[in-house]
């Protein structure tokens, strides 16, 4: 906890964030006045359902949205890099962020087929950073992606390097492209959802190896996931997503302990628990659902746009979007009646 | 327990490619009795959708044996299995790829009514809109297409269609894997309520634990083709007895900032089904493995009164 207390030493700064995407009709506002900041070896996990906007907050971040379609309408992205300076993401021409992307920020995707080339060795494609951030000769990059292999822990890694993604499994897959995200020691790491398609047991040993690499190389990290086990797991803060906007964050435990958005109480309340479901069961007692669905980036509400699913919405819920409030210092919830609601449930 | 509704014995799969055999089951044997939800659980390649869809041959099993209420599908010709099969109904994971997007929902909720020559056409649509209201879903619904609607009411529908031929016994493979956790939710009770107030016997098969608990009576646990655990629900949660079971259930991440965070982090890969270690499948993962392991085959065996483990270990009980 004291750690949490003095301000990290801040690789990512993100604030007032607004990616729109055009369609023929006009524009829609896909993520809204996103603030964040992650510091030196810290984890910030971006939770939220699919819609939420979590993956198109992390994917502007990198500006990898798609070109024409997806554009950062407002806000800035400020990243301390590797050589100490500070550059706003957002203003930075196309050619500036190739040279960032791979070298200060690494990236993981959700499957790690899709995010290597069928066509190249692991070793050709973890070399391939190192020799264009570096520029580093054929054999030194080799040579380094074979040390990079073995820090992942995937075991024989000389021989390894000279597979195809093809004769991986897709454990050994994903450590690959972490060995290839953290080729060039970037300052940030983008997890985008990188356990989602592996198996728990597998899923169990990645946690550990990102957690382990963060904690030796002092990365920030930016996990994006919907899997709320995943976030207590990994993340010192959390910031909970819903219909674009961040509505509820703060340290993990804290927010996971005393929700202060009725969103991130129903989602809590919503996951079946391993140990108590039995006792439920027997109990007769039902598991806690949100009624109703995700509002549609067309017919977004004036207001909260959680009120129409929230048991604990009032009249001026749906007046306007309702600011961030501070619960402390480090936890926010964009809720207006969270002290209310507080005193309700008894907390 | 009440007497079996299904009783499967030494079920077997194997499956030719490339002249290597791969056996994708081995000996799968339990039984499922009436008004009973029973869990399969395992990771990738474990075979559980295997097992699901040979009960109702919709792969052929190779080998063993598949009672249903006294008869043995087997062995039955193709028109016999279609007799059988509007009792036994299939749910499944994807709520996209299982609904045509050229047929009216009323089409897909009464396709296997026609095809079973049962009632009229607007007797069909009227079970049609019934089997809707069971979902809670508007009646309505007959007359739109699978595409106007969410994930999580697509999943409604294909629980309506497994509805609508009255079936005493359902295979739900993964139906809420696909949905977001405040959705899942409304189908895990939907289920449990669906299953309970209609005296549904039901094979669930998940890889999520914690929905199975939530859903099932009882639990088989399985591992590269075959049964490693089989134990009701609460006493498997509580105190797993195979070294396999007990890692699955502490490699979950639980949400609870309080819970002990020291989980037993197993090593290594699911090694691939058409190279099986000797002996126990999981003596290569297994941290309490002996030499013996290597050497002999463990027997599922029943341990206490409902409790089937399959491992050579027992002085860790």
Redesign the interface.
Known sequence: MDTMQQAPDTILDVKGLRTVFRIRSGELTAVNAIDLTVGAGETLALVG??GSGKSVTSLSVMRLLTRNIGMIAAGTVRLKRKNGAVSDLVSLSEREMRRVRGDDIGMVFQEPMSSLNPVYTIGDQISEPIRIHRGADRKAAMDAAVSLLDSVGIPDAVRRAGQYPHEL????RQRATIAMALACDPTLLIADEPTTAL???????I??LLQKLQRERGMAMLFVT????????IAHRVAVMYAGRIVETGP??EV??NPRHPYTM???A??????E??????AGK??????G??PGLMNMPKGCAFEPRCQFAKQNCCEAVPPLFDVNRHHQTRCNRWREISDEIGQ | MTEPLLSVRDLGKHYTSRGTNLTILHGISFDIGKGEAVGLVGESGSGKTTIGRSVLRLVEPSAGSVRFDGTELTTLSESEMRRTRPRMQYIFQDPFASLSPRMTIGEILTEGLKIQGIATSSERMDRARKALEQVDLPPDAVSRYAHEFSGGQRQRIGIARALTLAPEFIVADEPVSALDVSIQAQVINLLRDLQQNLGLTMLFISHDLAVVEYICDRVIVLYLGRIMEIAPSAELYAKPLHPYARALLSAIPSPDPDAPRESQILKGDIPSVANPPSGCVFRTRCPLALPACAQIVPDLREMAPGRFKACIRDDLD
């Open positions: 359902e699919s499994s897709g454990g050994m198996d728990v047991t597998i899923q169990a040993q946690l550990a919907h899997n709320l086990g995943v976030v207590a797991q993990v435990a996971f302990r129903g989602l809590l919503s996951m079946p628990k391993i140990g479901a039995s006792r439920m069961k027997q039902k598991l806690y659902a949100i009624p669905m995700v």
